[in-house]
């Protein structure tokens, strides 16, 4: 007698679509609300800005990724933080905070240790950059044909932020961004999903 079983299991998109979105949706209101409190305090908040190469600028590596630089800053970060985040986050919370939270540390690090002196750094787009390294190459990392296929769409939409790690503006913090899509492909090798139990045939 020969049996077939699957011991693959699946949880369900929808619930994980509406924790993705509310998650997602959550995060960007406050971006805008900090930046509000920002500039009613007359720009109180750019203190938690990254300063380069002093040693107790580091704690500012993590609080630095939620303020901005003024109202067009929040809002250009915004929606490409809303679509790649809502994506990312799609796999599962749990993993999807642990990927932000190494973009957020390699990036803030390596602003830290190459950013120009007497300049202070903030601002969202570093992990925009890393959750776009990210799903950029999860799917070739964890060898899912539908992630390969997301990434593919993702480089289409989104390819030409790459410029922005380029040294090409002043004023934008291209160790950011650099930094940030390096901690992205990082967090896609550490955090990698293992591939579903293969079918099992018994006879």
Known sequence: MTGIRNSATGTGTGPR??????????????????????TATGHSLDTYGISPREPSELLDVVPSAFLHSGWNHVASNSVPLLVLGFIAALAGLRRFAAVVLTVIVTGGLGVWLTAPSHTV????????????????????????????????????????????????????SWQGHLFGLTGGVAAAFVFRRPRDPATTVTA
């Open 17 to 38: 679509a509406v924790a993705a979105g509310v998650l997602m949706l959550g995060w960007v209101a406050l971006l805008w609300a900090l930046e509000g409190v920002d």
């Open 121 to 172: 750094t903030l601002g969202a787009s570093g992990v925009v950059f890393g959750l776009f390294g990210y799903l950029l190459v999860r799917g070739f990392v964890d060898r899912r044909p539908l992630d390969i296929v997301t990434g593919v769409i993702i480089a289409a939409v989104y390819g030409s932020i790459l410029w922005g790690v380029l040294p090409t503006e002043s004023g934008i």
